[in-house]
């Protein structure tokens, strides 16, 4: 978002140009979805700029750009990133319920598997610029292929007794470099 351009100047812009909607048909769409992503008074914040929300509210106000024009895909790339985890959890919650809602689809980019599993059907994991793993999401930690059980053994977890984030060694890395050459 551009900080000098209001969020409701910023939600409606591909209303505006692209559905060619007047200005006040643009924000009543607007207002309407930002109700339906959990912004409260859309006709207050809609008049605020991209520094007056917190980190979840402009999330919120994202997903709603998402949706304005009915698409049938959505790109969410590190939706949650820098997001505290009960914000996270509210946001993936909030995509999920969307994409499913609408019944579209929706291809998301993240690092963290674990959420990837819980939003997704099918999880595909890269490594320089190439899918090297594929599995339906409910069999994450089924797969061997060594990139995806490095990135599942670098996630931190409450129960573990780790001290350090596990991560990927040189010889790991020849290791996952060898087996995407086999490929």
Known sequence: MNPVHTVGEFLTEAL?????MSRRDAFARIA?????VGITD???QLKAYPYQF?????Q?????AALATDPRLILADEPTTALDVTR???????????????????????????????????VYVMYR?????????DRIFESRHPYTMALLRARP????????LATITEELRAEIDEEVGRR
């Open 32 to 36: 309407e979805l930002c109700r339906e």
């Open 157 to 164: 977890s409450l129960g573990s007794d780790r001290r350090r």
């Open 60 to 64: 919120r106000a994202v997903i709603a």
């Open 54 to 58: 917190s980190g979840g509210m402009l």
């Open 42 to 44: 859309p006709e207050t």
């Open 16 to 20: 505006r140009v692209n559905r060619r």
């Open 88 to 122: 996270q959890a509210e946001v993936a919650a909030l995509l999920r319920g969307q994409v499913r809602e609408r019944g579209i689809g929706m291809m998301f980019i993240t690092h963290d598997l674990e959420l990837a599993a819980a939003l997704c059907d099918r």
């Open 129 to 137: 610029g190439g899918i090297v793993d594929g599995f339906r999401a």
